[in-house]
């Protein structure tokens, strides 16, 4: 740890830079999965995460609205070289038995907070699980520590590594707008207001 940076990067995304999307969508506080698939366009995702084919729905909204009917939806769209999955609920994407096929020549990211308050961040490459760790907790699972090498990341997106003290200086612990922000230093990836709002999701349902 006593490589890790002062503080965030110049450039780099923090979890302020994402704070409007628990201000504008407050629901997603109930839980959300999202999935970044390197290479792949939204249609191969949603049939490799889904059993069946929901049609397509427009932004966040839309998406989750179908929930209500659906609940393990899931949509995804399009974000340069990368596919963006969201689910309210549907875990498929922490799913080893679905991610580590669908990361087969590729990169597969995964950050969620689920209904129960559990979070998780995954990378998967080539079809092993290569990172994983509670971005709340700021360690591994079980016994394992945090990953050495994710752990200026973690300062590099405003959040302090030490899993015993708050997350931010302000004493918050903003887990989903931390986990945006890590992702998107990750992948370059970048969710927008624009992308949420406006984009066409293709739909599928894990159940």
Same mark, same amino acid.
């Given at each position: 740890m006593?490589?890790?940076?002062?503080?965030?990067v110049?450039?780099?995304?923090?979890?302020?830079?994402?704070?409007?999307?628990?201000?504008?969508?407050?629901w997603i506080?109930?839980?959300?999965?999202?999935?970044?698939?390197?290479g792949?366009?939204?249609?191969?995702?949603?049939d490799?995460?889904?059993?069946?084919?929901?049609?397509?729905?427009?932004?966040?909204?839309?998406? =989750?609205?179908? %929930?209500?009917e659906e609940p393990?939806?899931i $949509?995804?769209?399009? @974000?340069?070289?990368?596919?963006? !999955? /969201? &689910?309210?609920?549907?875990?498929?994407?922490?799913?080893?038995?679905?991610m580590?096929?669908?990361?087969?020549?590729?990169?597969?990211l995964?950050?969620?907070?689920?209904?129960?308050?559990?979070?998780?961040?995954?990378?998967?490459?080539?079809?092993?699980?290569?990172?994983?760790?509670?971005?709340?907790?700021?360690?591994?699972?079980?016994?394992d520590?945090?990953?050495?090498?994710?752990?200026?990341?973690?300062?590099?997106?405003?959040? =302090?590594?030490? %899993?015993?003290?708050?997350?931010?200086?302000? $004493?918050?612990?903003? @887990?989903?707008?931390?986990?945006? !922000? /890590? &992702?998107?230093?990750?992948?370059?990836?970048?969710?927008?207001?624009?992308?949420?709002?406006?984009?066409?999701?293709?739909v599928?349902?894990?159940?």
């Amino acid at each position: 740890m006593n490589d890790a940076p002062n503080g965030p990067v110049a450039g780099a995304k923090t979890h302020q830079d994402f704070e409007w999307v628990t201000r504008d969508y407050r629901w997603i506080a109930n839980g959300l999965f999202v999935t970044y698939v390197q290479g792949s366009d939204p249609a191969s995702v949603i049939d490799a995460m889904t059993v069946e084919d929901l049609g397509s729905e427009t932004g966040l909204v839309g998406l =989750n609205e179908r %929930g209500w009917e659906e609940p393990g939806i899931i $949509g995804a769209a399009s @974000v340069g070289n990368w596919t963006i !999955a /969201l &689910a309210p609920a549907a875990t498929a994407g922490a799913s080893e038995e679905l991610m580590r096929p669908l990361s087969l020549g590729r990169e597969v990211l995964t950050h969620f907070r689920d209904v129960n308050g559990g979070s998780g961040f995954y990378v998967w490459e080539d079809g092993d699980r290569t990172v994983y760790f509670d971005p709340l907790l700021r360690c591994g699972f079980g016994v394992d520590p945090m990953p050495a090498q994710w752990v200026p990341r973690l300062v590099e997106a405003g959040v =302090n590594p030490d %899993g015993e003290e708050p997350m931010t200086a302000d $004493g918050g612990f903003p @887990v989903i707008e931390a986990s945006l !922000a /890590l &992702a998107a230093n990750y992948t370059g990836a970048l969710l927008t207001p624009e992308f949420l709002t406006s984009a066409t999701f293709v739909v599928g349902s894990s159940d």
